[in-house]
DNA sequence: AGCCTTCTATTCGTTTGATCTTTCTGACTG
DNA sequence: CAGTCAGAAAGATCAAACGAATAGAAGGCT
């Protein structure tokens, strides 16, 4: 008899049923209730367990509305799960990571147009340009970001590119980058991420594969033993 | 002013600065209510949110507790994800989850132990055995579903296992062992996960890797070109 | 003494009604 | 025809009350 678990579950079924589709409009919190036959206190709590999980988006004085269901949006949630374990073992996250980005590398040497060419490129010259001045962590994180995402974006699967962001929270990160600039590893890392742009530009996915690897397999190392970093 | 978004924050912000932790008791709704300086309708909601993303569990009469937090816990929700794609396209799925089972059957046979090669071993004698009447379908598609659980629990990591977990939804699955069963390829099916086995028991990455890829490679086929199916 | 039953206080679950804020729509006016 | 403003509609919030389930304490039975 649990109402919310009901609400959930009836919305969804809409949804898969293909009742409701992206951008539809739900009925009123007063007819949805009444269609379901509960009150507006567990139909609330229902639609708001699915507007947090990005199905559904609320507005005051319009109504409630299904979202785009992109993968991106629905998997956007899950960063606080990566978050959460961040502190502790944040080596599982990593190793499929690794698996991920190398994938994505390799499909992007096949598929990337040159439209998300040149943004890698962007991405890769501002992180070049951040790596100069130790002032510019924030930039050169941000810029790291781009990169990885533009790479993960030219593989050309958006299922592949919203695991990837998820898994690179803005957090983990946070907590790579720091490691890096620690380390003084920065120009390696430039020259590692040159070095699979190359290997996309020149559509050669087993390089470009290989190459992520390394470089992957390098922050590995950082974070598993870091010989001078307490915290 | 989003009170119900601000409760979802400032519980996540309290598991994410350890003042709540796996298994602890939230305060009561009114307690926690007033502290966050929100009546219970919007408390709820949030918490509601939190409890559909598997989060928080509230037990009627007793309170509302944070979970084991355990990746597979939390990713389970984004199954619905998995089956809202289902219906259009499912490709993007199905090459992200091949990338996965491949790299987890590699690790598997570095990895798995007595235990899990004997609960893979069980799942495969399982799925063989109901291929050989039509009418076990169903028995079919669970030993299967087992047979690539217990792939993915050898590898060793939990993060992976979640992944692959997710993406092998029950409806996705059930459309993919439905078409298998209609091209009369359950025999293929069943030799392909005791090659995939075999490997893996010989402790041989490499070729693990490589024969779930083949079969994973077949599943697809059959899939982005059913010559009869339909539906 | 130990175990089982029962009772009670606590806590979440649901309902209802009222009020506030935001947004959209359409009529009105220059 | 365009801009403005008032009203309607919808979600957001608060508040009070009652129902249901659980845990733990109290009491009695063996």
Do not use: W
């Not at 009150?39 to 785009?68: F, I, N």
């Amino acid at each position: 008899m649990a109402r919310t678990a009901d609400v959930v579950a009836a919305i969804k079924d809409m949804i898969l049923a293909g009742e409701l589709s992206a951008g539809d409009r739900l009925p009123t919190e007063k007819d949805l209730g009444a269609q379901l036959g509960v009150s507006r206190g567990p139909l609330r709590e229902g639609v708001s367990a699915l507007a947090a999980m990005g199905v559904l988006d609320t507005r005051q004085g319009d109504g409630t509305y299904v979202t785009s269901l992109e993968p991106g949006v629905l998997m956007a949630p899950l960063s606080f799960v990566v978050d959460v374990h961040n502190a502790g073992g944040a080596r599982p996250y990593l190793a499929v990571r690794r698996v991920l980005e190398c994938e994505a590398a390799a499909l992007a040497a096949m598929n990337i147009d040159a439209d998300g060419l040149a943004a890698a490129e962007r991405a890769l010259a501002e992180s070049e340009a951040a790596a100069q001045s130790p002032a510019d962590i924030d930039r050169f994180f941000s810029a790291d970001l781009g990169f990885h995402r533009a790479v993960a974006a030219g593989a050309g699967n958006p299922v592949l590119a919203a695991l990837i962001a998820t898994l690179s929270g803005r957090t983990a990160r946070a907590r790579l980058v720091r490691t890096i600039v620690d380390e003084g590893a920065l120009g390696r890392t430039v020259a590692e991420h040159r070095a699979v742009l190359q290997a996309i530009a020149a559509h050669d996915p087993e390089r470009a594969r290989l190459r992520m690897d390394v470089h992957l397999a390098g922050v590995e190392d950082f974070l598993q033993a870091p010989p001078s970093v307490v915290l």
